[in-house]
C-alpha cells in the first residue's frame, strides 16, 4: 500500500520553472517505479517522466531536456524539475507508483503556465 502526495504546482510565467514533490508513504526503495503524469483538460492523460529504482529514467519528447526527475530516497520523495515552461505545459501533474505490481496515484497538482 502507497500512499503519494503532489505539491509544488501553481502559476508560472512561460520560460520559467517550478519544482513538484511527491512524497510516499513507504521507502522510496521499496518502489519500483515512480513517475509523473500529466492530463490537460479535454486530453488523455500521457506519461512525462518517470524513474526506476535502479535510477534509469524516461522522458517524454515534448519534455526531454526541460524536465528532470529525481529522487531523495531519505525524505521518500521524488521530484519533478521543471525548466523554461511553456503555455502547453498546463495540466493537473500526477505523480504514480508501481509497486509490487500495483500501481497508486497521487491527487494531482495544477500546473499553469501563463499566455
Known amino acids: 500500500q502507497v500512499q503519494l502526495v503532489e505539491s509544488g504546482g501553481g502559476l508560472v510565467q512561460p520560460g520559467g520553472s517550478l519544482r513538484l514533490s511527491c512524497s510516499a508513504s513507504?521507502?522510496?526503495?521499496?518502489?519500483?517505479?515512480m513517475a509523473w503524469y500529466r492530463q490537460a483538460p479535454g486530453k488523455q492523460r500521457e506519461l512525462v517522466a518517470e524513474r526506476t529504482s535502479a535510477g534509469s529514467t524516461n522522458y517524454a519528447d515534448s519534455v526531454k531536456g526541460r524536465f528532470t526527475v529525481s529522487r531523495d530516497s531519505a525524505q521518500t520523495t521524488v521530484y519533478l524539475q521543471m525548466n523554461n515552461l511553456k503555455p502547453e505545459d498546463t495540466a493537473v501533474y500526477y505523480c504514480?507508483?508501481?509497486?509490487?505490481?500495483?500501481?497508486?496515484w497521487g491527487q494531482g497538482t495544477q500546473v499553469i503556465v501563463s499566455a
Open positions: 513507504v521507502n522510496i526503495f521499496g518502489i519500483n517505479v
Open positions: 504514480n507508483a508501481l509497486y509490487r505490481l500495483r500501481t497508486y
